[in-house]
C-alpha cells in the first residue's frame, strides 16, 4: 500500500537557507530515502512570488518522492497537517537594532506561528527552529501551542555540532567519523559551550588530545563565532551548512542516534532551569529525544555551562518582559 507523504512546513522557503533545503528535502534526505513527502513553503507577501520559482524548480526535478508542493502567506495553511516543520524565517538584526527590538520583531513571528500549529498541525507535529535567536525563538513558539506537547519545540544547535567536529578532526588529522560524543551546550550564539570533556577519539577523551591553550582559546572560540566568520567571509549568513544541519537534526530526531546536540526543553538536568530551550548532549530513541545522563561536569565545563545557560534566562526574562511569552 502506498504510504500516506509527510507534510513539512518551511518557513521563510525563499530565502537562502530554504533554497539550499527544499531539494534535499524533496530528494528524500530529511525523512528517508522511502518516505514520500509533501512541502508547504510559507513566506511572506513580498516574498511569495520568489517562492513560487522555487516551487517550479523542485516540480522541474521530477522527484519521485514529492508528491505535492504549497506555497502560501497564511501559517494556517502552511502548518494545516504538518508533520514536520523547519521555522527558517525570522527578521534578522539591522543597524542599530537594540536586542528587545530583535525579540519583539521575532515574537511577532514565532508567537502567530506558534499558535497556528497549535491549531492547524498533526498530532505528531515535530517543530525546529533555525531562525535566531533560534533557542528563544523556540520558546516563544512553544508558549503559543500550550496542546503540542512541550518538548515537540527544538532547537538548532547541530550546525555548532557539526562545525566542532570538523575542527577536532582537522586538528587531530582523523576523519570525522571517529569523534564519537561530542556535545555542544546552551545557547545557539557565542556563549555556547562545545565540551570536549565527553567527546572521544578512538575510545580515548577528546580534551586528553589536545592540549589546553588550544581548546580554551582556539576551538572553542572558532566553533562559538564560526557564524560571525562566515558571515564576514561571505557577507551573508551560513545557508548550505544550516539547511545541512537542519536536515541532520531532524533526520536522527525521527531515525535515532545514539548522540548528538539538540536543544531541547530543560527538564532540570545539569542544573538548567526547567522549561528553557538549551542545547544537552541527546539521544533521539522511539522518536523521542532524551537528554543524555550521568555525565561528569567539571568546573571549567560548569563555568561555560551556567554562562550560556544565564544568557538563556535573560532572553527569557526579556521575552516575558516584552509579554511575548
Ligand atoms: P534569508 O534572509 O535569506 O531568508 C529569510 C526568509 O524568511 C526571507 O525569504 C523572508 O522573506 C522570510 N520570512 C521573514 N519573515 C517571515 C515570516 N513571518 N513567515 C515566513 N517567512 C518569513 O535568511 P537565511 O539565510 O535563510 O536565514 C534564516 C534564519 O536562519 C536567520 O535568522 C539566520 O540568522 C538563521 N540561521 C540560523 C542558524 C542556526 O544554526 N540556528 C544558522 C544559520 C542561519
Ligand atoms: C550561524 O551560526 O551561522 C548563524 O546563526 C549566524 C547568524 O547570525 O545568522
Known amino acids: 500500500m502506498a504510504q500516506t507523504p509527510v507534510k513539512v512546513t518551511v518557513t521563510g522557503a525563499a530565502g537562502q537557507i530554504g533554497y539550499a533545503l527544499l531539494f534535499r528535502i524533496a530528494s528524500g534526505q530529511l525523512l528517508g530515502a522511502d518516505v514520500p513527502v509533501t512541502l508547504s513553503l510559507l513566506e511572506i507577501p513580498q516574498a511569495v512570488k520568489a517562492a513560487e520559482g522555487t516551487a517550479m524548480e523542485l516540480d522541474d526535478c521530477a522527484f519521485p518522492l514529492l508528491s505535492g508542493i504549497e506555497v502560501t502567506d497564511d501559517p494556517n495553511v502552511a502548518f494545516n497537517g504538518a508533520n514536520v516543520a523547519l521555522l527558517v524565517g525570522a527578521r534578522p538584526?539591522?543597524?542599530?537594532?537594540?536586542r528587545g527590538d530583535l525579540l519583539q520583531a521575532n515574537g511577532g513571528i514565532f508567537g502567530p506561528q506558534g499558535k497556528a500549529i497549535?491549531?492547524?498541525a498533526?498530532?505528531?507535529?515535530?517543530?525546529?527552529?533555525v531562525g535566531n535567536p533560534a533557542n528563544t525563538n523556540a520558546l516563544i513558539a512553544q508558549q503559543h501551542a500550550p496542546d503540542v506537547p512541550a518538548e515537540r519545540f527544538t532547537a538548532m544547535t547541530r550546525l555548532d555540532h557539526n562545525r566542532a567536529l570538523s575542527q577536532l578532526a582537522a586538528k587531530l588529522q582523523v576523519p570525522v567519523t571517529e569523534i564519537k560524543k561530542m556535545t555542544i551546550w546552551g545557547n545557539h550564539s557565542a556563549t555556547q559551550y562545545p565540551d570536549l570533556f565527553h567527546a572521544e577519539v578512538g575510545g580515548k577523551i577528546a580534551a586528553e588530545l589536545v592540549d589546553e591553550t588550544w581548546l580554551r582559546d582556539t576551538f572553542i572560540p572558532t566553533v562559538a563565532k564560526r557564524g560571525a566568520a562566515i558571515i564576514e567571509a561571505r557577507g551573508a549568513s551560513s545557508a548550505a551548512s544550516a539547511a545541512n544541519a537542519a536536515i541532520d537534526h531532524v533526520f536522527d530526531w525521527v531515525n535515532g542516534t545514539a548522540w548528538t546536540s539538540a536543544a531541547i526543553p530543560s527538564d532540570g538536568s545539569y542544573g538548567v532551569p526547567e522549561g528553557l530551550i538549551s542545547s544537552f548532549p541527546v539521544a533521539s530513541r522511539d522518536g523521542k529525544w532524551e537528554i543524555i545522563q550521568g555525565l561528569e561536569i567539571d568546573a571549567f565545563s560548569r563555568e561555560r555551562i551556567d554562562a550560556t545557560v544565564r544568557e538563556l534566562e535573560e532572553e527569557r526574562s526579556a521575552v516575558r518582559e516584552l509579554g511575548l511569552i
Open 93 to 98: 538584526r539591522s543597524k542599530g537594532m537594540e
Open 118 to 120: 497549535n491549531d492547524n
Open 122 to 129: 498533526a498530532d505528531d507535529i515535530r517543530v525546529l527552529v
